[in-house]
């Protein structure tokens, strides 16, 4: 007759002996002991004590005015490439298009609208840029004017390919 062990294990007093005999037979358990006669006198020492170490100050980036030279022609760019969007964007608008963006699309109802909307994009590079300034993450910085050049650069691409 086969032995059902789930029901052996659920009893209390089996399931106590079982992790008895499994403690007592693993090498865990085994290598837990210590053996005293091996501690000397020398061996038992309290801790030294901690010294404290010198804060360690963090290499800062090269600070650059916000203005410089890189960003200004970044943020032309970035300009640029958004008057384009928004002249192409606008001329398919005229001839009967849709505008693809949804964000933009709220905006696309009327010239004053779109235009609003390409200038606030230019005006947001220019400040989430400045905000990443601040906080001292510089390549971010740039970063953010490259991404909307590239997404510009690829919107007005699009536009002009599917005229």
Avoid: C
Wanted: hydrophobic residues 45%.
């Amino acid at each position: 007759m086969p032995t059902n062990w789930l029901r052996v294990i659920q009893k209390p007093r089996a399931a106590i002996l079982l992790m008895l005999a499994m403690l007592a037979f693993s090498r865990a358990g085994l290598g837990q002991q210590v053996s005293y006669a091996l501690l000397q006198p020398g061996a038992i020492e309290p801790a030294p004590f901690m010294k404290s170490a010198r804060p360690v100050m963090p290499i800062e980036a090269p600070r650059h005015r916000f203005w410089d030279r890189e960003n200004s022609l970044l943020f032309a760019t970035s300009a640029a490439f958004s008057a384009g969007d928004f002249l192409v964007t606008r001329s398919i608008l005229q001839n009967g298009g849709q505008e693809l963006n949804p964000v933009t699309r709220l905006f696309s109802g009327s010239t004053a609208g779109l235009a609003a909307n390409f200038a606030g994009e230019t005006v947001g590079v220019v400040g989430l840029s400045y905000f990443f300034h601040k906080t001292g993450h510089h390549k971010m910085e740039r970063l953010v004017s490259v991404f909307n050049i590239g997404s510009s650069a690829a919107a007005v691409s699009f536009d002009l390919a599917h005229r």
